[in-house]
């Protein structure tokens, strides 16, 4: 694989069970690279074992005033420069491949799996961690990759030089093919202890970067509620952490670095005294001498990569074990798709956990008195909730019982599409007819046309899905905000007042929260999958505009399911039916009037008024008293009436 047969037409699948299984099946996977880079490297190491011998050799030519051995010497010389030059050359090209490549192959893995579970990610692993993976791990992973042919080769290169000399000069090549192997396994007492200080330190540098990107992501809250100093305080201290850590890894890593050079020198020295002895008392000749020194002050280039791929590993490894741990994420334990079943399914959406049931082609509405608890089962209609096949899978990984089912697993049932498994169809098929967008969606930065470019089955029009969300103002903020000199799109919403041209900036940060809300929302509608869910998606605008925006999404739907997930009475009114989930049951449906009247806790919840305590009033036994300090129940519409969200920034 070459840089510019980039992308692999198929990464492959990692072994992610370990760090260390992965990064043996990355070697595997460029073996080719691999042993092309350990070619050019022993290729480039004979050329530093050859020099030794070529000097030696010049040197003892002079001594015995031969000319022709010497023009000998001078062209072995420079064949060994030649061979340097072309094989550093080499080495670096071939190595710096395999690092861009083994990089490119885990940033496209990575890519893979972000896309197959969608916003699940993000809940199973944390933020930082998923950026951390994505930016420093690759670059370590990818070092580990470049270091590894070119020890092997070095290694190849020490052992030449060692048997040659106990070949050439067997009295000093048996002191230096002794000294050797404990000049290169004399750190390895130290690695162990560099490596778990290196690991704390980068653990606890983890743990600060996800601090700087949460806090980063709620900058303006915190700016809101006053809590910058706070925040400030809090990774003032972990800094602290990181750079003591960090501290204590280097000294343990400068000590091995002394080793590496205290330990060649020691052994120079004693070759050069034995050897002067030898020399001395004839027993040796002056080239042989030269030719023993020469070498082992070679030996000291070779033995660096020692030192390299240590270091290399112990950098590398706590990489592959986040980048395996994110790897290993699943979507779905179940076997291999029926092909029976590969046509999308259709039909009622229903939950066996809560008992929601969804008819197919109406608008159904969802009051839950937890915001966390509605966001769950969003997400379990879709087929990757808590409690999945995904994440049992994910939780047997980390106990260490593999994909088997372990006898205290929890098997929570899939939501049923037509009476169909979500986690047992295909994943695209799944997607492409049951879509979820949670109460957070992300608007990705690019042209408002970029935005809406998304598979769907074009039965909705971008423009239609605009404004059935009721965009008007956001078209017109974004065109304003086109600033004349950015780019051609800009530049054209600019001119001609196209919104559709107009940019969105990195994670719509310019728009109001309300404004981000309805671009998402108008994202889903021209998607018009077969079941669309909804998490509270218009919490962050007014109550005008939430009702407009609860007909047009009827309207525009009309036909398709549609479950959204509110306890707006606005939205519920104009819904087909309501379904009320009390601790995770749905105890009972109806229309939003009806349950008013009748279920005491529904109404507590729409109305947010207090649940009257056991015993005094029961459900249906009329309206109950109004808690302390809020208007009557009668007046619960004008007292849900929001604020408008959509003029403030979130």
């Not at 490297?41 to 030794?52: C, D, H, K, S």
């Not at 660096?304 to 706590?318: D, G, K, L, M, T």
């Not at 260490?400 to 372990?406: D, F, H, K, L, P």
């Not at 559709?500 to 108008?522: D, H, K």
Request: with cysteine; glycine share 10%.
């Amino acid at each position: 694989m070459q840089i510019r047969d980039l992308p692999y037409t198929d990464p492959g699948v990692p072994d992610a069970r370990s760090g260390d299984r992965f990064l043996w099946w990355l070697f595997r996977g460029q073996l080719g690279g691999q042993l092309k880079a350990l070619g050019w490297g022993v290729f480039e190491q004979a050329g530093i074992a050859a020099l030794p011998f070529g000097s030696g050799l010049a040197v003892q030519a002079v001594v015995d005033r031969a000319g022709g051995r010497l023009a000998l010497a001078g062209g072995l010389v420079a064949l060994c420069a030649v061979a340097l030059a072309v094989g550093e050359t080499m080495v670096h090209r071939v190595s710096v491949t395999n690092w861009i490549t083994a990089a490119a192959r885990l940033q496209q893995i990575l890519a893979r799996k972000a896309v197959e579970l969608g916003s699940a990610l993000s809940r199973r692993v944390a933020a930082g961690e998923i950026v951390t993976v994505s930016t420093g791990d690759i670059e370590k992973i990818g070092w580990f990759v470049e270091a590894l042919s070119r020890f092997l080769a070095a290694a190849l290169a020490v052992v030449g030089i060692a048997v040659g000399l106990l070949l050439y000069v067997p009295s000093l090549g048996l002191l230096v093919a002794i000294g050797v192997p404990v000049l290169a396994l004399a750190v390895l007492p130290l690695l162990a202890p560099a490596t778990r200080r290196a690991d704390v330190q980068r653990e606890k540098a983890g743990r600060a970067t996800e601090l700087a990107s949460d806090t980063v992501a709620g900058l303006r809250v915190l700016r809101g509620i006053g809590g910058e100093e706070l925040f400030l305080g809090r990774y003032r201290e972990v800094s602290q952490e990181v750079r003591a850590a960090a501290v204590r890894s280097a000294r343990m890593w400068s000590l091995i670095s002394a080793v590496q050079v205290l330990l060649p020198g020691l052994m120079l020295i004693s070759v050069v005294w034995y050897g002067a002895r030898l020399a001395l008392d004839g027993r040796i000749s002056p080239g042989e001498l030269v030719t023993v020194y020469s070498a082992v002050t070679l030996l000291l280039v070779p033995l660096q990569r020692f030192e390299e791929i240590a270091i290399a590993y112990s950098v590398s490894r706590p990489s592959a074990k986040r980048a395996a741990r994110v790897m290993s994420l699943v979507r779905t334990d179940a076997a291999a798709p029926d092909p029976e079943r590969a046509a999308a399914p259709t039909g009622d959406l229903y939950d066996p956990v809560s008992g929601l049931r969804a008819p197919a082609g109406e608008l159904t509405a969802v009051v839950c008195g937890d915001p966390d608890a509605a966001g769950r089962l969003a997400e379990h209609l879709g087929g990757h909730g808590p409690g999945s096949a995904a994440d049992r899978a994910d939780d047997r990984a980390e106990e260490g019982t593999g994909g088997a089912a372990g006898p205290g697993t929890d098997a929570v049932p899939s939501a049923l599409l037509g009476g169909v498994a979500l986690d047992e169809v295909p994943l695209a098929v799944a997607r492409t007819s049951v879509l979820v967008q949670d109460k957070d969606p992300v608007l990705l930065s690019g042209t408002l046309a970029e935005l809406l470019d998304v598979p769907s089955s074009g039965a909705v029009a971008p423009r239609d899905a605009l404004a059935a969300a009721q965009c008007e103002d956001v078209l017109e903020a974004l065109v304003r905000s086109s600033p004349p000199a950015a780019e051609d799109g800009a530049r054209a919403a600019h001119r001609h007042g196209d919104p559709m041209a107009a940019r969105i900036t990195e994670r719509g940060r310019s728009l109001s929260g309300g404004q981000r809300q309805r671009l998402a929302l108008a994202r889903s509608l021209v998607a018009d999958p077969e079941v669309l869910v909804l998490d509270e998606p218009t919490s962050a605008v007014d109550s005008h505009t939430e009702a407009r925006i609860a007909d047009g999404v009827k309207r525009l739907r009309s036909g398709r399911t549609t479950v959204v997930f509110a306890s707006s009475p606005l939205l519920l009114d104009r819904a087909d039916r309501v379904v009320f989930v009390h601790e995770g049951k749905a105890v009972a449906e109806g229309v939003h009037r009806e349950l008013l009247r009748s279920d005491t806790r529904y109404r507590a919840v729409v109305t947010r008024e207090s649940e009257p305590a056991p015993g005094t009033a029961a459900e249906g036994a009329g309206a109950p008293r109004p808690a302390r300090g809020r208007a009557p129940a009668g007046a619960a519409h004008h007292h849900l009436t929001r604020l408008s969200e959509s003029e403030e920034p979130a």
